[in-house]
T-cell receptor, first 113, second 111 residues
């Protein structure tokens, strides 16, 4: 079974731009969560989607948004990029509603100049 | 609040020695405590997890212990090998259904 895939793997943007990251979960998984990883703040929860509905949200500004499609694929969007948004963005999928056994993708490395 | 503290932040051991990483969590943590290993350039990989109805779980050279009364859990790696070198994260699911991670431990195993 293929693992979680994320595209693109690397991205360079400038301040003020917006960006969209994509995540394809493991086949059959219906829950997708997004995390931001930085050296200073570690792994921080952004949001989680289950069956196209946002089920949970972390403490990030409204510039960070996401959605999930009927095939469970998910996208996250960051608008009006700031230098501090430079990070590794990780997507994780799990089979069902329960918050356990999350499988992570390789991440998208976003650099904001 | 929802918080997981992890110690130490770095750990260096000689090949063959044991390594222990400890985590404590705040109130309202639920019943699921996973451990992840992250190698350079990769996403975190689940290596072992434990639920609150179990005090200890072992998988070959890796073991995890959980003390719910004291609100702490630990990862034990025995007979360490150079390929165990990575960053290890503990995590806990809280009653808000959020998976909160510790700050990570960089483990270096020297041959």
């Amino acid at each position: 079974k293929a693992g979680v895939t994320q595209t693109p793997r690397y991205l360079i943007k400038t301040r003020g731009q917006q960006v969209t990251l994509s995540c394809s979960p493991i086949s059959g998984h219906r829950s997708v969560s997004w995390y931001q990883q930085t050296p200073g703040q570690g792994l921080q929860f952004l949001f989680e989607y289950f069956s196209e509905t946002q089920r949970n949200k972390g403490n990030f500004p409204g510039r960070f948004s996401g959605r999930q499609f009927s095939n469970s694929r998910s996208e996250m969007n960051v608008s009006t990029l700031e230098l501090g948004d430079s990070a590794l963005y990780l997507c994780a999928s799990s089979p069902g509603r329960d918050r356990d056994t999350q499988y992570f993708g390789p991440g998208t490395r976003l650099t904001v100049l | 609040g929802e918080n997981v503290e992890q110690h130490p932040s770095t750990l260096s051991v000689q090949e063959g020695d044991s390594a222990v990483i400890k985590c404590t969590y705040s109130d309202s943590a639920s019943n699921y405590f996973p451990w992840y290993k992250q190698e350079l350039g990769k996403g975190p990989q689940l290596i072992i997890d434990i639920r609150s109805n179990v005090g200890e779980k072992k998988d070959q050279r890796i073991a995890v212990t959980l003390n719910k009364t004291a609100k702490h859990f630990s990862l034990h790696i025995t007979e360490t090998q150079p390929e165990d070198s990575a960053v290890y994260f503990c995590a806990a699911v809280f009653n808000t259904d959020k998976l909160i991670f510790g700050t990570g431990t960089r483990l270096q195993v020297f041959p």
